[in-house]
């Protein structure tokens, strides 16, 4: 299955449930061993596709956006609006008061205000 030598890999929600920091290192890494692949990688997670070389976003099965993410950030695209959303989701989950963010650590559990960086 881990093949370095291949030309095509297709990574289907590979890194789901894991928070945001971990999920940016594994991608790093896989981009690494298939450096010389064209990795198609499917992901709910908009925001980890801003350093892709291309991005498609597609809806209802076709695609409705070819293009290099920062070109895509530039215009007023799909692309742009769904990391937008993203971000104020995310943004509004994280800093509402009706949270409790507990974290458990070295198995102690307690309550803390996370950072940006512990966002999903």
Not at 40 to 60: A, C, K, M, N, P
Not at 62 to 73: A, C, W
Not at 78 to 102: D, G
Request: glycine share 2%; aromatic share 10%; hydrophobic share 35%.
């Amino acid at each position: 299955m881990l093949r370095p030598e291949v030309r095509l890999v297709i990574l289907d929600e590979p890194f789901r449930c894991l928070d945001r920091e971990k999920r940016r290192t594994l991608l790093e890494r896989t981009s690494q061993y298939w450096q010389e692949a064209t990795l198609l990688f499917i992901s709910h997670y908009v925001g980890d596709t801003q350093t892709f070389y291309r991005v498609l976003v597609v809806e209802e099965g076709r695609v409705v956006e070819d293009e290099i993410p920062t070109k895509l950030m530039q215009q007023d695209s799909r692309y742009r609006a769904l990391l937008e959303a993203e971000k104020a989701v995310r943004q509004e989950l994280w800093e509402s008061a009706q949270w409790r963010h507990l974290w458990l650590e070295k198995g102690r559990l307690s309550e803390k205000k996370p950072n940006d960086k512990d966002c999903i």
